[in-house]
């Protein structure tokens, strides 16, 4: 049973940086408004999380790591909504099978914080030994969640992942795309004992500060922005693209679809498509698209997990999208 998890966990959480997504989420879902980011060894030793969201009532700490636990149909009473985000209770459990996972929690009105072990789903003893349950110790309001030695029990994957510094850049980039997309969050992201942190966001800047941070000034200062609601679609989209006086070696493509850092194919070629045919300098856009879909549309038997998805009318919706990023590319749209 506990190979047939594993094996499942692995289809979730492939390498470091599908797990960060995953923790990310879960800091903003909680309503973060910091989120500090400590790396070791590409994530393989470890991955940690801090934040300063609400934080995970004790008796909720036994069993967050169980399969299909999930807080949040609570809170979000459309269930199609739910599935749609990949509210699934999978991450955490899904970590803990593949990992050493810890974490530490505060919520406001607790006098202390409380940590606790995982391993296959289920509360356990802490690396270095101790009790198979949540210990109280000091700790600021919120959560940080470490997971240490990934893949550790599943040799192959490690093998896979030995490239320490690729998988940092995955990482980086990870962040570095929702500090953009969620430019209210203060971001940091550092190698574990790095004095200087690679990603450093401030509370409260913006999107477009936030790919001066990343992309440099000279990227970011070629952009114009856009954006669209169209309600025959139901869709809302909006975002910063590349204008004429731009010059870029490869395209770079943010595209968070109901705030899900995703890929999908077909609007990347339609917008490359676009610059090669109006701008062929710019042919390698950079485009960070901030695109809304009623979550009935988009198809939820793509599991969420997945970065590529799929939806309703997109031969629609991405001909509105290079519509308009083409009339504010020649500047008629104003
Ligand atoms: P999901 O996000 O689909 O609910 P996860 O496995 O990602 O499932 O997380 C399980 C549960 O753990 C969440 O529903 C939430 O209650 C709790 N949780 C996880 N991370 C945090 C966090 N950073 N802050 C507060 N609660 C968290
Ligand atoms: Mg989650």
Do not use: W
């Not at 395209?251 to 679809?257: E, K, R």
């Amino acid at each position: 049973e506990t190979v047939v998890n594993r094996i499942a966990a692995g289809e979730v959480i492939h390498r470091p940086s599908n797990a960060l997504k995953e923790l990310i989420e879960n800091s903003l879902d909680a309503g973060a408004t910091s989120i500090a980011i400590t790396v070791k060894d590409g994530g393989m030793k470890m991955l940690q999380i801090q934040d300063n969201g609400h934080g995970i009532r004790t008796e909720d700490l036994a069993i967050v790591c169980e399969r299909f636990t999930t807080s949040k149909l609570r809170e979000y009473e459309d269930l199609s909504r739910i599935q749609t985000y990949g509210f699934r209770g999978e991450a955490l459990a899904s970590i803990s099978h593949v990992a050493h996972l810890s974490i530490t929690t505060k919520r406001a009105d607790s006098e202390c914080a409380y940590r606790a072990s995982y391993a296959d789903g289920r509360l356990a003893a802490a690396k270095g030994g101790g009790r198979s349950e949540p210990e109280p110790c000091a700790g600021n309001n919120g959560t940080t969640i470490t997971a240490e030695d990934l893949f550790y029990n599943i040799r192959s994957r490690r093998d896979a992942l030995r490239n320490t510094r690729e998988e940092y850049s995955r990482i980086f980039e990870v962040a570095s795309r929702y500090s953009i997309h969620n430019a209210g969050v203060a971001f940091t992201c550092r190698k574990a004992g790095a004095a200087k942190a690679d990603l450093s966001t401030a509370q409260g800047a913006t999107a477009i500060a936030n790919i001066r941070q990343v992309f440099g000034g000279k990227v970011a200062g070629a952009l114009v922005e856009f954006g669209q609601a169209d309600e025959d679609l139901e869709v809302e989209f909006k975002g910063h693209v590349s204008s004429a006086a731009h010059e870029m070696h490869k395209t770079v493509f943010l595209l968070f679809i109901n705030h899900r850092l995703v890929e999908h194919t077909p609007i990347r070629r339609a917008v490359e498509a676009l610059y090669a045919s109006i701008l062929p300098k710019a042919s390698r856009p950079f485009v960070y698209l901030d695109l809304r879909i009623r979550p009935e549309r988009v198809d939820v038997n793509v599991h969420p997990t997945k970065r590529e998805v799929r939806f309703l009318n997109e031969d629609a919706i991405i001909g509105r999208i290079v519509d308009c990023i083409h009339r504010r590319v020649l500047g008629t749209n104003d």
